[in-house]
Nanobody, 117 residues
Framework: QVQLMESGGGLVQNGGSLRLSCAAS????????MVWQRQAPGKRRELVGS???????VYAESVKGRFSISRDNAKNMMYLQMNSLTPEDTAVYYC???????????WGKGTTVTVSS
């Protein structure tokens, strides 16, 4: 188990960029999958994208071509580079490590991204 902490959220104008970071309190090298999720106001939490320990990446259709996920196992970090942001990207963004057991999954507290029109 590690503690996760997101950072980098804020207010940005339509078309702008932000880079989110997820810092883990310990080694992430043993975790196969790391995930970014988001929850917009009044909506259900949704997948943004995921990255495996081998570097395989999957993106939600809504962010393909605009967002980029990376991870640095040496620094125990995961990143989300977000470009061409729109107001529809406004949400709380969460870092998540799934374990196959929901009770053991690891989540950060989230960082808020607000995109103004």
């Amino acid at each position: 188990q590690v503690q996760l902490m997101e950072s980098g959220g804020g207010l940005v104008q339509n078309g702008g960029s932000l880079r989110l970071s997820c810092a883990a309190s310990g080694s992430i090298a043993s975790f196969y999958l790391m995930v970014w999720q988001r929850q917009a106001p009044g909506k259900r939490r949704e997948l943004v994208g995921s990255i495996t320990s081998g570097g395989d990446i999957v993106y939600a259709e809504s962010v393909k071509g605009r967002f980029s996920i990376s991870r640095d196992n040496a620094k125990n970090m995961m990143y989300l580079q977000m470009n061409s942001l729109t107001p529809e990207d406004t949400a709380v963004y969460y870092c998540h490590i799934p374990t196959g057991n929901a009770n053991a999954d690891m989540w950060g507290k989230g960082t808020t991204v607000t995109v103004s029109s």
